[in-house]
């Protein structure tokens, strides 16, 4: 800890010599941290004919234990501040970001606050956890066997078209993968209209797929312009291995099929005597994962499933 620090610096003083230096001396190094973090823009506010946006929420230091996975947020506050001054503005933005540390500090000491353990904790600055030391303590809260630790750790696809989740398609994806690999069977996405649906679930089955967690998977929609959408752009990295259902047997040597919700059933009343309904071709173990999109379009027959 510095034995004297300056009241006359700024925030942006502090920072600069004592906080990052700090980080990077636990481990932290420029591929593991985000400075000036921002994660939302600012709500839009309209008043009669006038409107303005409001200030967005940006974190001082965003860490990250591996790409796409933030562990912790650190608050900066001057030394006109006590280091606990930032603690609550870092656990709103942990909450906010589904991050389990948060911490504040005026570059004399940080305070930790560990969602899952509760009470605040004072460090020295050269005690602030090493990446490696702050994903074991994770790792034990969440108790992932070492096979379901190998499914939440697949990376993002990436390329050059690609982009980085926002923050709320990041904690969608993380949260769906952790789930799965620890074995839940049904899983309810609810998002709003624009907010990424089909990029989320690309990256969900992407992640399943290569840990090898899901071979075969089945996604469904409601019209053919959305599969034809879908299949064109989110869902383009998949093409060489993606078809689209058109009859009663499975086309072999794929591994992605997409198709409407008619294509599985039909009215009893169509059926011929003796004729099956479409889904009951295929084997009930056929697919080891499916994604119903626009699920509340789907049959509310009771039978349905």
Not at 14 to 23: E, N, S, V
Not at 227 to 237: G, S
Request: contains cysteine; negative net charge; aromatic residues 12%.
């Amino acid at each position: 800890m510095p034995t004297f620090i300056d009241k006359s610096l700024s925030e942006q003083d502090i920072r600069d010599r004592y906080i990052t230096p700090a980080l990077e001396n636990a481990g932290w190094d420029a591929e593991h941290r985000r400075a000036e973090y921002s994660f939302t823009a600012g709500a839009i506010v309209v008043n009669g004919s006038l409107k303005h946006r409001k200030k967005g929420k940006r974190a001082d230091y965003i860490l990250f234990s591996k790409e796409n996975d933030p562990i912790a947020v650190v608050e900066a506050k001057d030394y006109n501040h006590t280091a606990s001054d930032g603690i609550q503005q870092a656990i709103d933005y942990a909450k906010i970001l589904d991050i389990p540390f948060a911490y504040s500090t005026n570059g004399a000491e940080f305070v930790e606050h560990d969602i899952h353990a509760g009470p605040e904790t004072h460090l020295k600055m050269e005690e602030f956890p090493t990446p490696l030391a702050l994903r074991e303590r994770l790792l034990n809260y969440k108790h992932l066997t070492k096979e379901e630790e190998e499914i939440v750790d697949v990376p993002y696809y990436t390329d050059s078209d690609s982009f980085e989740p926002r923050y709320y398609q990041r904690i969608a994806i993380n949260r769906t993968v952790e789930a799965v690999a620890k074995g839940q069977k049904r899983i309810l996405l609810v998002m709003a209209t624009g907010t990424g649906k089909t990029y989320t679930a690309f990256q969900i089955i992407h992640r399943l797929h290569a840990a090898k967690k899901a071979k075969r998977i089945l996604y469904i929609a409601d019209r053919n312009i959305l599969i034809d959408q879908t299949m064109r752009q989110d869902f383009k990295p998949f093409s060489k291995i993606m078809t689209k259902v058109k009859g009663k047997e499975p086309e072999p040597g794929y591994e992605i099929y997409m198709s409407l919700y008619g294509q599985w059933v039909k009215p009893e009343e169509d059926l011929q005597p003796g004729e099956q309904q479409p889904y009951e071709y295929f084997a009930n173990d056929f697919f080891d994962f499916i994604v119903v999109d626009e699920c509340h379009r789907s049959s509310a027959r009771e039978d349905s499933e």
